[in-house]
């Protein structure tokens, strides 16, 4: 199945999406209280079963981008959280979340301009987002974070992220690295971060992928 289906469920007052191929089925959606999401049922998204706001708060906590919505009349859409953040989490993906602008990532993936889970074992078939072949692989770390980083700037707001061919994530802009424990470890504007699932300093870049032959396509 195309890794582009989307799937849709519109409401009364807001209409609600799924990329199947960002999914990698956290469980934010189905564990929520009350029965916007409810496995088994089809469809398994009604909007109408709650208030509008809370569609969408609940939408929100979807890590991956994979869920968005979009109101009817257009009065209300999302707005990025107020800091960019990446969380290095535990033999997991990258989980970035803030105003995102990933090179690449096409209109039919609305959601990845404020939340994202990027692949960081390597093995990805859906690179750079993560499609959960980690779990297979064993990918084996931690999500400590060593390093501090430096200042962040009061004029930038955007994160751009661009994924660089047979290398690392290039970020540029305010951005803070939490460890998977939740400590708040590094900021800065420019980093370079693994994604070729062999730096022996990760999430950080020390140029492994040029030896292990790392392949982004």
Not at 34 to 52: A, E, K, S, T, Y
Not at 191 to 214: E, I, M, W, Y
């Amino acid at each position: 199945m195309s890794r582009e289906r989307v799937y849709e469920y519109p409401g009364e007052e807001i209409d609600v999406s799924w990329n199947q191929g960002l999914c990698i089925h956290i469980g934010e959606c189905g564990r929520s209280q009350g029965d916007l999401f409810v496995g088994g049922r089809q469809p398994w998204c009604q909007p109408d079963m709650i208030h509008v706001d809370n569609v969408a708060e609940i939408v929100e906590r979807c890590p991956s981008g994979a869920l968005a919505y979009q109101f009817k009349d257009g009065s209300v859409t999302e707005t990025p959280a107020g800091e960019n953040t990446v969380v290095t989490s535990y033999r997991g993906p990258l989980f970035v979340r803030g105003d995102l602008q990933i090179e690449g990532a096409s209109d039919k993936k609305p959601g990845v301009r404020f939340r994202a889970a990027l692949c960081r074992c390597g093995q990805s078939k859906n690179k750079p987002f993560c499609d959960n072949t980690h779990i297979e692989v064993e990918f084996d770390d931690t999500g400590a974070v060593g390093e501090t980083g430096g200042e962040l700037s009061p004029e930038v707001t955007q994160l751009k992220i661009r994924p660089s061919k047979n290398g690392p994530y290039l970020l540029s802009g305010n951005v803070t690295i939490k460890a998977s424990s939740g400590r708040e470890a590094w900021h800065g504007t420019k980093v370079a971060l693994c994604r070729c699932g062999g730096s022996q300093n990760k999430p950080f870049c020390d140029g492994t992928h040029a030896r292990n032959g790392f392949q982004s396509e």
